[in-house]
């Protein structure tokens, strides 16, 4: 397995068109590395540059020490899942696992032990004799996985291996992608998805891609604890993020903030007596609002209401035309609160401060 370095890579269709400007990544023998961003952002053009499919603008791809930008696609030592499971239908699933080895003209015994070994880690060796056509789209993606196991390549990747999958199946395939990580302990992989709950449960660390750019790295607990900006911060989690204009009134290890909205907000971001009456942004996550005992961070009325059964989804009227909708995720069901008028609060560990759309605590 091997280590993987992005060097101001760039990428520019027509030579107007900038798609990606100056991604820098370190990717480390033995990570799980996951790319999440909205549509349009860059994240599968990026997996496809690493694996040889689209060329490089500018910049430098280096897979150990070595620059791989030139290099055809099947020399780099990389193995791809696809979205589509691209199996060839008339071939079982054994002939499906066994063509790049005999393309490679691997010899027989070699090719039957690694065909053995992927079909016993992804749970198929009683399907290795069927058709494409005769397995669930689980099973499928299963085989495309085991495809690329047997080639024992130098990394991973995978684009958005389970978006076609149903709710349940793609829960399942996640768990055994997991699995499959946890049994293959050096082997790198590089992960894009739009889905969260994938990045935040299979990453090592999650790439968050935005502006033609990377807009923050870290491990999962990183991106959703520590935010470095705006875009992160309502990018991870669901619901996102709450957003609460104001001004600071009080500054030092706690800050104080006067919300425009009336409440009062305390954050555990240290901030210096220069920091008095800069204009921000209050960051609190749905699940991070409690009801308020004494002075409130926000109040409000209830607009609507979603009972989920171990949670309740509470949404406020906005206390001006611009202000974006105040969401809480309270614990249990709230029934009947539509029209109530809601006090809520926050722990000052749990409240971020934005300046100018960073955040404070990274100054």
Known sequence: MADLKLTNVGKTYGGAVDVLRDVNLDVKKGELIVFVGPSGCGKSTLLRMIAGLESITSGMLEID????????????????????????????????????????????????????????????????????????GGQRQRVAIGRSIVRDPKVYLFDEPLSNLDAGLRVATRIEIAQLKESMPDSTMIYVTHDQVEAMTLASRIVVLANKGIAQVGTPLELYERPENEFVAQFIGSPSMNLLPGEITGTGQQTTIALDAGGTAVSNVPTQEADMGLRVNVGVRPEDMVPAQDTPLFSGTVSFSEALGEVTLVYFEGTAPDQNTVIAKLPGVHANVRGQDMALTADPAKVQVFHDGRSMYFR
């Open 65 to 136: 020490g070595e620059m791989v930008n030139e290099m055809p696609p099947a020399q780099r030592g990389i193995a791809m899942v696809f979205q589509s499971y691209a199996l060839y239908p008339h071939m079982t699933v054994r002939e499906n696992m066994a063509f790049a080895l005999k393309i490679a003209k691997k010899p027989q015994a070699d090719i039957d032990a690694a065909i053995e070994k992927a079909a016993r880690m992804l749970q198929l060796t009683e399907y290795l004799d069927r058709l494409p056509k005769a397995l669930s």
